[in-house]
Every structure is written in C-alpha cells, then in structure tokens.
C-alpha cells in the first residue's frame, strides 16, 4: 500500500510551487519594474501550465501506468527549478515557470487516481481529505520561507530550494510508487473516447465546476494578497505572512475534521457548509458595499471561507474523479485541468480588480463563491439523502 503521506507530498509540491511566490512580488516590483499585472503572469502561466498538462497526464497515466508517467513530470520540474536560478528577465521567469507546471502537475492527478483506485469510498474521502490538508497547509509554511529566504539569501534562494524538494521527492517515488496496476484495474483502457464519457457525465461537470470556483475563492486574492494587505492596511510583509498562514491552517482545520469524522462527509453536513460558505459570500458582498474595504470585511470572510473550503473541497475532488469510476487518472487530470483553469481566470480578474479599485477584489471572491455553492447543488440534483 502506497503511503498517503507520499501521496500528500507529492500533490503539495504544485501550490508550493504557487505559494511561495506570494511575499516575493513586492520585491520583484520593485527589483524589475514591473505593475502588479505583469508580475502576476507568474501565477497565471503556472496555473496554465497546469491546466494544459494534467489532461495528457491523466490519459497517458492510464495507459502507461503512474509511476513512469510521475517520475517524468518530476524530471522536468526539476530541471525547470533549476534553470530559474539563471532566469534574470521577467520573460524567462514567465516561461520557466510554465515548463515548472507543466511537470509538477502530474503529482495531483497520480495522487488522485491511485487513492480511487486502491481505496474504498469511505476510506478514498478520508484519504482526500489528508491530501487537502497537505495541500493546504503547503501556503502556512511557503510564503513564510519564502518572505524570509528571499531578502536575506536572494530570490534565486527560492528557486534552489524548489529544485532540491523536487529532486527529494523524485527520489522517494522512485523508491515508493509501485510500477504495476491496482487489484482488478484493466490497464491500457484510456482513450480520447474515454473523455467524451466524462464530458458528458453531469456529476463531472457539477464537481468540477465546484472545485474550480473554490479554488477561484483563493486565486482571487494569491496574486495580489501580499498587495492588498501591505498597501491598502499598511502590514509589514511578516505580517501578511502570519495572516495568510493563518487562514492556510483554518483550512487545513476543516479538511482534518473531515478525515477524521465520517459524519461532515455525509450528503447532510456537506449541504449545510454548502450554504454557509453562500452565506458568507452574500455577506460579503453586503460588507463591503456597505461599510467598505477594511481589515475586517477582508479577514472575516476570508478566514470563513476557508474553513469551509477545507470541508468541501475534498467531497469536490472524489466526486469528479469517481464519476467515471473506470477512468480515474483521465478524470482526475480533467478535473483538475478545469479546475485550475478557472482558477487561474480568477487569479488574472483578481490583479484585474485590485487595479481598477482594490475592493472589486473581494466581490469578485464572493462571486466564486456564490459560483460554488450553485455548481454544488447542480451536482447533488435528486439526491435526497439525510
């Protein structure tokens, strides 16, 4: 049995790879001359990179089988890391950071596919919501190490520290993933034809949707948080890296009781985060037409979403990677490719608004939101269950 502790690294290494560039826009802006616009193409391509990758991923996993399919995208993300060393213009940043992508993506989709593939219903949403967790606690610790790391050793400091974590976790693929299939799985059954299938499955579509506005939720506020904190509230970049830590532990907090509690799994619990997490993007709306952008119309929604993120963004993954249960590794690729596809449509309309006017931003995280909560009720049409 695969350890699911690999399995959250290896999926975490992708919104490390995203994270950790957070505190350093300020001083690329500064370093380079580049708006906020600009700088957050390193957000964008990488998402992009992502979304373009994992597809081919996730048909080519189930054909050819995970392990060599995952020691290849390491491979190349590794040599990209390492290249970003020597990147000195804001164009070699952009594209190697899209090569990065393209490699790191295939963590996500084989994490994925083998928790379907290997583990019960039960136990498959208890082990997504490890992953989450590791997923989401990956921004408590990268923007930290990388605000610290940056000003005292260089931004190429980053760049080397991806590159040896990469390489780590190369190794213990290397040493840890099987080479064979899962008990009862039929190898080589992937095709072109197999993603009709999942395109033309509503309950795809539903989940899909749904993840991907989640994570709008966050890409909204990722490329120009450290922005929006330093300049509209006047933190210093340590503390915008304390509250963006915290708000990454408050959901880390909701995908551990999810892990550890059968009951917010259930169709009942899951609807009432549903329309909590509506709530809050409503209120937030209503905040801050009203009162304005503040510290606190910014904290409190986000800090509340969050938590509720962590609840529901697990029962989101597994429901779109269980749709064409045949088709784990092509549905997780697809999934996944959608969903950071809208994300990062929400990373370039957040550094959009934030530009127009700095409150926009966070209208336009309430509509990812309200987005989520529509898509979720679309998925979990005629189920009646309590």
Sequence with gaps: MVSR????AISSLSPFGVSIMVPLIPILGQSMHHSARELQYLFSVYVLGLALSQPIFGIVADRMGKRPVLLAGFAVF????ALLVFAHTLSDMIILRFVQAIGVGVGTVVARSII??????QEALKAFGLLTAAMGFTPVIAPVIGGVMAPLLGLNSVFMLLTILGIA???????????GTAVGEAPNRASLGGYVSLLRSAPFWGHTSAFGFLQGMVFALLST?????????GL???????VWGGSALIYVGGSFLLSHSAAIGTHKWQRRAVIALAVVSVSTILLVSLQGLSLLTVVVPFFSAMLLSGILTPSTMFGAVNAVPQLSGSAAGLSSSMGMTMAGAFSWLGAACYEANPAWIMLCFAGAGIGFAVCWHGAHRGNTAR
Aim: hydrophobic share 50%; net charge neutral; proline share 7%.
């Design 225 to 233: 948080g450290s922005l929006l904190f330093t300049q509209q509230f």
């Design 236 to 242: 210093s970049m340590t503390a915008f890296s304390f």
């Design 169 to 179: 976790l190369l190794i213990l693929c290397y040493l840890h993933i099987p080479g």
């Design 116 to 121: 379907r593939d290997y583990l019960p219903p």
């Design 5 to 8: 502790w690999l399995l959250a």
């Design 78 to 81: 590794v040599g990209a890391s």
